[in-house]
């Protein structure tokens, strides 16, 4: 238990309450509810996504810090504390029991399943009204959102706007500008500047005439003033995958990592009438995509960084609510048991140590020259793996050949080749390259935690975070063969979005 910002009174009360709830035997969720004080309602909402989580990378994470460390992941220590409920979250969307990332957000910023691809948006221009908005124009709340991902992306996007489609994140940034959010943070350059954008238009000049300090790498972060809203813009496109962010001393130096993003949001928005913010690890989602073990690792232990920063706040201020989840599954990845009695499975995990980057720069020098002795070099070099001749000539394969099966692996045949050529040494398998059905871990802490004990739907969340300024807002919903008629005729399916 990270006790450090605590005071003394903070403490004993946690404690006192924790003991008592321990000596009479109540379960965690009854436990929590009488630490945090019955029916009480939250000041400050912070909602941590690790995007596209399945249970294995939260699980690997813990194990493989056990195995290099001796000591387990921030994550499932906090799973045992007396403050916090543990539960799952099912995560289906209007298109069916697999979500992509915009309509699982929209299930948590409007409370309404919306078809996958879609933004708090339903056929026939029906727009949403979104948590953002509520909390922002109904309660003077304060609001943020703080992303790895650009930050006009699907996941904050659905706590905050509602738009038609979740691929337009030009038109996704000119709606933020219209809400104003306190907070922005994340990459999407292409999205803001004037010589990137299509429509030429300097949309980093119309939030500074907004009063925004507009701020492009972390000493301008660490500098701004936070007395103004702030957008940070930190990549052109998405921000780099942590294991690339550790492994480069240039993008160490410039770019900030979740958990500093995180502490400047916070510091942004408390102090007021209270805050609503969304923090997003979304590169968790893209390794799942890629099947990229190394990269899925490292972005989760992020993750949990920026979870641990929250969680301190929320320690310390007694009136914040942490929810810890995830929007969906993805890849379904596992540490398979290996050798006899499984007894090389834990020197497959220990593996990750020695990866110093995710499959992108791997790819990069291995297409410009596709052969087995060159993928042998260069994974030999960036992962201290030594490729078998066969293991190598199936990843050189994968740059030059389409594979027959189905359109997914086409597109990330690249990618699964090495996936797959690397999993016979570090013994994590992948199911797919896509979205899963599976539930998702949920932990929360702080007034008003004791909701997401057992299984809660994505649904559910928007009326519960309503709830905690006593308000009410109903959206419209839709039945699913009235939508799947519009998308039908628009030539706009489901499988267009397997983000
Ligand atoms: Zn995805």
């Known amino acids: 238990m990270p006790k450090s910002n605590l005071t003394r009174r ?87 029991p697999v979500t992509d990332s915009s309509a699982a957000s929209s299930a948590w910023g409007s409370g309404v399943h919306v078809w996958n691809g879609a933004v708090n948006w339903l056929p026939g221009g029906i727009e949403l009204r979104t948590l953002l908005d509520i909390m922002k124009t109904e309660a003077k709340m304060r609001t943020g959102l703080v992303t790895t991902a650009t930050v006009t992306h699907a996941t904050p996007a659905g706590f905050a706007v509602a738009h038609e489609s979740r691929d337009d994140e030009a038109g996704i940034a000119e709606k933020y500008l219209k809400l104003c959010p306190d907070v922005l943070m994340g990459g999407g350059d292409k999205f803001f500047s004037s010589t990137l954008r299509k429509d030429k238009v300097d949309l ?34 998405h921000m780099p995958y942590t294991v ?41 989602d893209h390794g799942g995509h890629t099947n990229d073990f190394a990269a899925q690792l490292f972005d989760q232990l992020a993750f949990e960084d920026a979870v641990r920063v929250a969680v301190e706040f929320a320690l310390e201020d007694q009136e914040t609510l942490v929810v810890v989840t995830s929007d969906h599954g993805n ?44 993928v042998i070099e260069v994974v030999k070099d960036r992962y201290q793996i030594e490729l078998s001749r066969d293991e190598a000539q199936f990843v050189a394969d994968g740059l030059t050949k389409t594979s027959p099966t189905s359109k997914i692996r086409v597109l990330n045949q690249d990618f699964s ?20 059905s599976d539930h998702v ?27 905690s300024r006593d308000l009410s807002v109903t959206n419209m919903t839709m039945d699913f063969e009235t939508a799947k008629s519009h998308y039908v005729k628009s030539n706009m399916v489901a499988g267009d979005h397997w983000h």
């Open 441 to 467: 871990l949920v932990s929360a802490l702080g007034p008003g935690c004791e909701f997401f004990n057992g299984l809660t739907s994505n649904i559910s969340y928007f009326s519960h975070f309503l709830s």
């Open 10 to 96: 903070d403490l004993f009360g946690l404690t006192a309450a924790g003991a008592f709830c321990s000596v009479l035997g109540l379960p965690h969720a009854a436990a929590a509810e009488a630490i945090w004080g019955r029916n009480k309602k939250p000041k400050n909402i912070i909602f941590c996504v690790s995007d596209g989580m399945s249970a294995a990378v939260p699980t690997m994470v813990d194990q493989y810090l056990e195995l290099t460390t001796g000591r387990g992941s921030y994550w499932a220590s906090l799973m045992n504390e007396d403050y916090v409920v543990n539960g799952l979250q099912s995560t289906k969307s209007l298109t069916g």
């Open 244 to 284: 690339d962010h550790n492994h480069d001393p240039k993008l160490k130096a410039s770019t900030p990592t979740l958990a500093q993003m995180t502490s400047t949001a916070i510091s942004q928005l408390k102090g007021g009438s209270g805050f609503v913010l969304q923090v997003e690890g979304a590169r968790i």
């Open 204 to 237: 980093y000049g119309k939030f500074v005439g907004q009063g925004y300090t507009v701020v492009k790498n972390l000493s301008e972060m660490r500098a701004a003033d936070l007395s103004k809203p702030l957008l940070g813009i930190f990549s052109g496109g």
């Open 331 to 374: 890849g379904n990845p596992g540490l398979a048991g290996a050798g006899d009695e499984y007894f090389e499975s834990a020197g497959g995990l220990k593996l990750a140590q020695n990866m110093t980057c995710s499959f992108v720069p791997i790819l990069v020098s291995i297409k410009l020259k596709a052969t087995h002795d060159n």
């Open 417 to 436: 080749n090495l996936a797959m050529a690397l999993s016979n040494h570090t013994h994590v398998n992948y199911m797919t390259y896509t979205h899963t």
